[in-house]
């Protein structure tokens, strides 16, 4: 696939290597580095036997600003062994084992006697447990696997905090595999086009090993018997093959991750291994001559790209075992959804985010350097990346509940990231969001709060500016709940007066007139942007019955992933469409035929010609208007429509099944 490169990347790629060097990810602060934590580990060696400095600071791949811990794996003094030919004598071994059920990237491991090369059974105790298949394997749910002196627990890792620095210190207890393992043997032997590794990179990377952590696979029903194998050894060393590129591509998709990814979908999403996973591949797949310094920015958004599809395909394969995938139980439903948000939004910047960077100061001063289209707009000021990220912040706060989950909402509004433009719309977008459901929350009593009634207004008007239509119209809804027609009709036109129709990828001509005028962001949006229509189930009070069985297009359906089917039962409108109906609603209502009429073929000219990401839904709308005119025959033929656009969790089916019974009253009436 051809890749259409600005022409600023080069020199932006220049300028951003240089900035980086001034935070110390230059060749030579890098080598220090590295040379550091090798002395370090000869000295530590003297009193803590075999421990070994691992992760990020042993590799060199942090900066001030990621506050990076340092991991230190203590392996305790046993023989693991993945045969029984290569069984010690009078020595404690314990021996590789697995099945089918045993998943990838994980083993178990079976004590062995000391004098006689065969597997112990030893009935429940507290070191062993039997498994599925009456093995007695080790179970690390016990004392020897904990450090008195810790602090608290990371997972595997005991952390404490060294008084003479202030850095966290992770400590590991694993067991040392000095063997290859032989789940890692497709590494060793499958094709590279581009010679990275080298044969003798492989062969070095080969000779280190591997540790086993006390750690199960997360969903697994026997996950306290499960040691997951890791090649950390081998990664150091592959780490420090990088070459300068290389190197500042691999830190800045961490520092990218920190900055922008982690505040929106969480911390426990996408790691540092993920990204490390994403160089691998990205190198291992990639001619040499690509990693130059002034591909920087082209090397960044390649990796990007290939979080991207990862996140897609729900799959990230592990470097050294890919049949081991480690988005498994981590992306899907709605994470999966913030994430390819977050992951799209970034790529159709074009290195635009860089100025917003943070940590280290890194935007500020690539900013102050460059003198190109990617810092022609302050870091504050507007952008079309800004715009997009408020489109993509809207639909995440849209789709969550904000009333029982307010940390989210405060994790969007204080983020660094966000400037105070932003910050202001995201305000209104909440406003919006919270006043429908505490409406929907006070009409769902039998005798509705006037209080909370008057107090969801407020948040509703407050919300109204948000952008062009979304806030105006889930007003004007809310006005048709409670039959006050006239407040409805005024905010409609008022809404159809102002219509700039732009969904929210906003990359035409007329947005960037006016971000090159110097609005103010929100005005820019209030101008130009029109959010879709979001309604969950918690605000159904607050729209019209004919949008009622888009909440439960899954009824019925198997419920073990209620992610997903909280996704399916949320309501996408368009906003134009969703303009029409509400005034078809209004008119119809209003008796005012010639208006209601416009308003109806105003709605199938949008749906017809306006590009619509949600045409199922409103397919569903203009069959419920053609119901309303007696037009049964025209209103089945839309919902045929409707279903070949999307096939599953269509409410459309709803519909059809209520034409259907009204046909057959019809018959039963005529006979």
Known sequence: MALNIPEYYKEVSLRLSRVLDTVGLGEDIRWQKINMWIQTQKMKSVTFGSARFLGSQAEATTTPGLQSDIDTISPLAVTVIQNLESWVPEVPNLLVVGDENTPPGYVKLQGVRLYLPQPIFNKNSDIYKVDRHGLSVICHDNHLFKHAFADEHHGPANTTICFSTGVSVDYVQALRLHTWPYHATGWITRNRCHNWPSKQTINLTQQTGAILVPVGHKHSPEKHLEWRISISFGEKLLVWQFNSTQYKCYILLKIINKSFIKPIVGNDVLSSYHCKTCIFYLIESTPTDIWQTDNLLLCLDLCLRLLYNWTEAETCPNYFIPEENMFQCKVYGHVQGWLLCVLRNLLSQEGRYLARISCDNIGEKLVRTCQCPLMELEIENCDVGAVMWVSVLYQLIAVDDLICQPRTLNRLITSHVLGLEIKTVLWKCCCS??????????????????????????????????????????????????????????????????????????????????????????????????????????????IHKALIPEMFRTAGLDKRDPDEIYLNNLVRIDPKVYLHFLKFLCYYRQNKTSHKNVALENMIFAIEHELDY?????????????????????????????????????????????????????????Q
């Open 433 to 542: 969001i919270i006043g429908s459901k505490l409406a929907s929350k006070c009409l769902s009593s039998e005798s509705p709060d006037q209080q909370g009634l008057d107090m969801a207004q407020e948040l509703l008007l407050l919300g109204s500016s948000s952008d062009v239509a979304s806030g105006k119209l889930k007003l004007a809804a809310f006005y048709l709940v409670l039959d006050n027609l006239d407040l409805a009709e005024d905010v409609l036109n008022e809404i159809h007066a102002n219509y700039t129709y732009k969904i929210s990828n906003m990359s035409g001509q007329d947005l960037q007139v006016k971000l090159n005028e110097n609005l103010p962001i929100s005005q820019i949006i209030s101008q130009c942007v029109a959010f879709p229509v979001i309604y969950e189930p918690s605000e159904i009070k607050c």
């Open 614 to 670: 949600f045409k199922d839904s409103d397919l569903n709308l203009l069959a419920y208007c053609l119901r309303q005119e007696g037009k049964l025959m025209n209103a089945f033929n839309v919902l045929c429509k409707s279903m070949k656009q999307k096939e599953k969790h269509n409410a459309a089916k709803w519909q059809i099944a209520t034409l259907i019974n009204v046909a057959f009253r019809f018959l039963r009436g005529g």
